[in-house]
């Protein structure tokens, strides 16, 4: 699974440092982006779309659902998963509605990891 790149979307910069050393230790050849917005990762995602998504729910502007639903329609190979602290069920709907996973913070890193090497949405 080399050259595999993952997009790391999250307004907290402490999040974002946490989520890629786990990405880092799994997967230390993957090429990683980071975002703070849904707006910044779909600008970034236009030039070359990532293999993986992590969408934080809640950011200023554009949310994770909004980034989600919109990564969805202009890119469907891109495996794409919400991060969460709030798994509201409107949150579950939404994600299984749109064929997308959700991982609970605070993050279990073995839930990161099976969603990025098996590329399935996570319980």
């Known amino acids: 699974m ?17 989520t890629r050393s786990v990405v880092e230790s799994a997967c230390p050849d993957w090429v990683i982006w980071e975002a703070s917005s849904g707006e910044e990762a779909l600008d970034l995602a236009l030039t070359t779309p990532p293999d993986f998504v992590l969408l934080d729910v809640n950011m200023p502007g554009m949310g994770g659902l909004e980034a989600a639903r919109q990564f969805r329609a202009r890119f ?12 509201q069920d409107s949150i579950r709907d939404e ?3 749109l064929q997308i996973g959700y991982i609970s913070k605070p993050l279990r890193d073995d839930l990161l990891i099976r969603f990025l090497t098996g590329g399935t949405p996570a319980p």
Do not use: E, K, Y
């Not at 469907?76 to 798994?87: G, K, R, Y």
């Open 2 to 18: 080399s050259g595999r790149t993952v997009l790391l979307v999250d307004d907290s910069r402490v999040a974002r440092m946490m």
């Open 76 to 87: 469907p190979a891109v495996a794409v998963s919400l991060l969460t602290a709030n798994i």
């Open 95 to 97: 994600a299984s509605q």
